[in-house]
């Protein structure tokens, strides 16, 4: 059933929209949230575009007056961070609380995001544009404390997903927990967790090898391993729609990515 938001909501930036949603569904640490809650999110990442957190994703026309280092939004008047300048991944970094974190990380074709885990967490996906193959797992048995290896079943096999399509969904033990993303044309994927990574609170990121096993098709095992030392993630400014955060859920203190 269609829901009809009343005009005062509708009137806000989506991105405001998204961030009001989260702060409702995600601060009671308390409480998980419920699958209805998750649909109604992810109804709203559907409807964000690239322009709506302030990057033009290079296939509308752009404006002659337009510089060379970014474009116009034709809805705002707001600069755009361009696609076409991302020559390595980049995140850029909207908000970050206790509770959830929102970014995007944009990628230049050919570009790899290995294997890594989300543990304890729930993470809401759209791919803003572009097409992204990706590659999945979620534990057969969660590896024991501090052993970071063991069997896990394949979620998606190379999956190639191309924009337009619908937010994607992973949760602690199912949906593909563990996944790796290599972008096939240039492209950017909206990002929601909650919780957040946190080293404080047992929650970092973990990178993983893969070894497909040849007698059990669909399963590979996992082991963690060191990021390759020439993988960097650079950081970009937010240049999207204001936002406008709770007094009790200001932005934490955020690390960006090394430029």
Avoid at 52 to 69: A, F, L, M, Q, Y
Avoid at 76 to 81: E, F, I, K, N, Q
Avoid at 122 to 132: E, I, M, Q, R, T
Avoid at 154 to 169: F, M, T
Wanted: one cysteine or more; a negative charge; charged letters at 25%.
């Amino acid at each position: 059933m269609a829901v009809a938001f009343p005009p005062y909501i509708m009137a806000l930036s989506k991105v405001q929209r998204l961030y009001d949603a989260c702060d409702v569904v995600f601060s009671s640490p308390a409480a998980a949230p419920t699958l209805g809650e998750i649909r109604w999110l992810q109804k709203i990442l559907d409807a964000v575009e690239a322009e709506d957190v302030g990057i033009d994703d290079g296939e509308k026309p752009t404006s002659p007056s337009s510089s060379s280092d970014d474009e116009l939004s034709p809805k705002s008047g707001r600069a755009l961070l361009p696609a076409r300048a991302f020559t390595r991944i980049t995140y850029v970094h909207i908000h970050q609380c206790d509770h959830f974190s929102i970014g995007v990380f944009c990628f230049p074709a050919g570009a790899t995001l290995p294997l890594h885990d989300h543990p304890e967490m729930v993470v809401l996906s759209k791919l803003l544009y572009g097409s992204v193959r990706v590659r999945s797992y979620d534990w057969v048995a969660e590896p024991p404390l501090g052993r970071k290896c063991g069997l896990a079943r394949a979620v998606a096999a190379d999956e190639v997903r191309r924009a337009p399509c619908e937010a994607s969904v992973l949760f602690p033990r199912s949906g593909g927990n563990l996944h790796a993303f290599t972008a096939v044309t240039p492209c950017a994927i909206l990002d929601v967790l909650t919780p957040p990574y946190s080293e404080e609170q047992g929650r970092p990121s973990t990178y993983f090898t893969d070894v497909p096993i040849p007698s059990l098709p669909g399963f590979a095992f996992l082991e963690e391993t060191d990021l390759p030392e020439d993988f960097s993630v650079a950081g970009a400014p937010y240049l999207g729609p204001d936002l406008t955060v709770d007094m009790d859920d200001d932005d934490d203190d955020y690390d960006d990515y090394d430029e």
